[in-house]
């Protein structure tokens, strides 16, 4: 197709377009861009001119893939409708784009989650402020057995089960969190099974993940803070890295395999980059 085809062809496409109103603008004007470099580089629409397309515009990752999408579909909308015979953008590869940064919260902002948790629901506070102080992935908490705590005084910890069945120990280093975890262990009528059960129609039974992420979510909305349950892992992480802990020590705490995945998480806030700063410069006097 010659530029004045991929206007002609990308009105249709954008008349029938079943998208929301926004959709529709971003597609119009990633096709409108596409028909006029075509236009201006004398170009049809074909394989080789969309690979010398992408390599003109320095477009960040994202940008890219969300401009190759609009005209994936057109594309295969144009070829749906007899034409052209072959797809274009067959052999176009994706950028890769990288993990989002990790983004954790503040205590406080945290602690005004917790005001809210009503007493009576000491399980939901428990399992959250476990999952807080220690950094756990939230399926790693609801697997915890009974069997697998040890609340030895001085040398409390417990052994959870990560990804890949790999076993690591996590050190119970609160205070406060032991002492609840101590009177949680005393009300229950239970001594074998998981930590955390459901007690629907008076029966035990496994936490399902989905019902303590509502739960969480209702808890949140409540306080008017804004944080996903995986941010309390992010939020630990994140006052380690801020307190100084080093990435070895933080990778083996989060059950990580690799440092590159603990590395998301160096980024200290300001105001400890400076004193640092300050404290290296003193010394260079």
């Excluded at 954008?14 to 409108?32: I, K, M, W």
């Excluded at 629409?45 to 609009?70: C, I, M, P, V």
């Amino acid at each position: 197709m010659n530029s004045s085809d991929v206007q002609t062809a990308a009105d249709q496409f954008l008349e029938g377009l079943n998208r929301s109103p926004a959709t529709v603008r971003a597609y119009q004007a990633d096709l409108t861009h596409l028909q006029r470099w075509l236009q201006d580089s004398g170009r049809e629409l074909d394989g080789g001119a969309l690979e010398a397309y992408f390599a003109a515009h320095s477009w960040a990752a994202s940008t890219q893939n969300r401009k190759q999408t609009a005209i994936e579909r057109f594309c295969r909308w144009s070829r749906q409708h007899g034409r052209p015979d072959l797809d274009p953008t067959r052999h176009l590869e994706r950028p890769k784009i990288p993990p989002p940064h990790p983004r954790g919260l503040r205590r406080d902002d945290i602690k005004r989650i917790f005001a809210v948790i009503p007493a009576r629901q000491t399980r939901d506070t428990l399992l959250f402020r476990l999952v807080f102080e220690t950094g756990l992935r939230i399926s790693e908490a609801l697997n915890i057995h009974l069997d697998d705590l040890d609340l030895a005084r001085g040398d409390e910890h417990l052994t959870v089960l990560g990804k890949g069945a790999q076993r690591r120990t996590v050190l119970l280093d609160d205070p406060r969190l032991v002492n609840a975890l101590r009177k949680y262990l005393r009300s229950l009528d239970y001594t074998h099974g998981p930590l955390f059960q459901a007690q629907k129609n008076g029966r035990g039974g496994p936490l399902r993940y989905q019902s303590m992420q509502e739960r969480w979510q209702r808890y949140a909305a409540s306080a008017g803070v804004a944080c996903t349950l995986h941010q309390l892992r992010h939020s630990h992480a994140t006052e380690l890295v801020n307190g100084g802990v080093s990435l070895g020590t933080i990778r083996k705490r989060l059950g990580h395999r690799h440092i590159q995945t603990t590395l998301r998480y160096a980024e200290i806030s300001d105001t400890l980059a400076d004193a640092e700063l300050r404290t290296w410069r003193r010394r260079q006097r």
